[in-house]
């Protein structure tokens, strides 16, 4: 990659942190944070998931990569001083995707050693392991969120958003037992939403009637697989038929997402349906995992040129404020009908500003 290039990644980097901040904590959307949430908790529990659910998670993560590669006390006092406010505030139920700033803060405890972050991660991890959350046949993590119980339910997100947390506090407090839950779930999951015949993933399956949904392959839910796997191979130490497996199953996904890569470099929110929009987080997340398995030797090189493809519609898309466009909504299963995920509204939100990040920071490796 040129000077030119490598600078022009750096300048909207540097916008992307810039615009973090104000979009990690703007308000989610009134009629979610009424409507069902309010069903089930009150007023004082709400205020505690308006700043800590699975948006903010990945942003966290995203943020905590970035402090990860250039030691820029900047991030780190972004970090502890977004961590200790929510502490202090009160931290809301557990969840599934309550979970995801769990991440994050397990690499956070480890580095700062304060050992509150870490017995944060310790209850909430054991909160999983010792049966607080709920399983599903054949023990997976049953995808139960703020809002739903989806009992019975597999979905993609869960190895994002709960199973990496498992896998780093089990390799942190050196509990083998946590990794060995982790890569059940990652074979589990594999075994019932990575399709067989394309490659790619199922956004779901449900026991209870034994489908998946609508059938949808999901771009964003596609995009925690092609991160999970990496970022899971790299966390721990795995026996070598468990790693191969992983990376088989992630280089059956890349290939079926090379043919249906958009001429523009981007994917769309329904993978194999051109005719749904281009989403900028799944695109960022796939640019993302694909580099990082590069450049970890989990695929060989000959896939690089179809994530850098992604790279000028990417940074197209950061606008002058450091905000990343085109990010579709947190997104429920999409139960009866494919066209659900069309519908789907676009919004800036955390989530999108960290897979941007990530996407330009494993592009500005080489």
């Not at 904590?25 to 009134?30: E, G, K, L, N």
């Amino acid at each position: 990659m040129n000077t030119c290039d490598t600078k022009s990644i750096q300048t909207r980097l540097d916008l992307l942190v810039a615009g973090f901040a104000p979009v990690l904590y703007a308000d989610d959307d009134p009629d979610f944070m009424a409507g069902k949430i309010a069903s089930h908790h009150d007023g004082t529990e709400r205020e505690r998931f308006r700043y800590w659910e699975w948006p903010h998670g990945i942003g966290l993560f995203g943020l905590w990569k970035l402090f990860e590669k250039d030691r820029n006390p900047r991030y780190l006092d972004m970090l502890t001083t977004y961590y200790d406010q929510r502490i202090a505030q009160g931290l809301p139920d557990k969840n599934v995707n309550t979970m995801a700033p769990i991440l994050a803060l397990s690499y956070l405890a480890e580095h700062t050693g304060r050992a509150d972050y870490m017995d944060i991660c310790r209850e909430w991890t054991g909160w999983v392991m010792e049966g607080g959350l709920d399983r599903t046949e054949e023990g997976g993590f049953q995808h139960s969120t703020s809002d739903d119980i989806n009992e019975g339910e597999l979905w993609d997100d869960t190895l994002m958003m709960t199973v990496l947390a498992v896998a780093n506090v089990g390799r942190i407090t050196g509990k083998d037992s946590y990794v060995q839950e982790a890569i059940y779930q990652f074979l589990l999951h594999a075994e019932y939403l990575a399709d067989i015949r394309t490659g790619l993933w199922y956004h779901g399956f449900t026991f209870k009637g034994k489908h998946h949904f609508s059938e949808a392959f999901w771009g964003r839910g596609n995009c925690w697989a092609t991160i999970a796997i990496p970022e899971f191979i790299r966390m721990v130490e795995l026996p070598g038929s468990i790693r191969r497996y992983l990376v088989a199953v992630l280089e059956r996904q890349v290939n079926a997402l090379h043919q249906r890569q958009d001429a523009g470099g981007m994917w769309h929110t329904l993978l194999d349906d051109p005719s749904s929009y281009l989403e900028t987080s799944a695109t960022c997340g796939f640019g993302y995992g694909i580099l990082k398995s590069i450049h970890s030797g989990l695929l060989n090189s000959s896939y690089k040129d179809m994530a850098l493809k992604a790279l000028p519609a990417i940074l197209s898309h950061i606008d002058e404020n450091g905000i990343v466009r085109q990010v579709s909504y947190g997104t429920p299963m999409g139960r009866h009908d494919k066209d659900f995920y069309k519908n789907i509204p676009i919004r800036p939100m955390p989530y999108g500003q960290a897979l941007a990040m990530l996407f330009l920071m494993e592009a500005m490796v080489d």
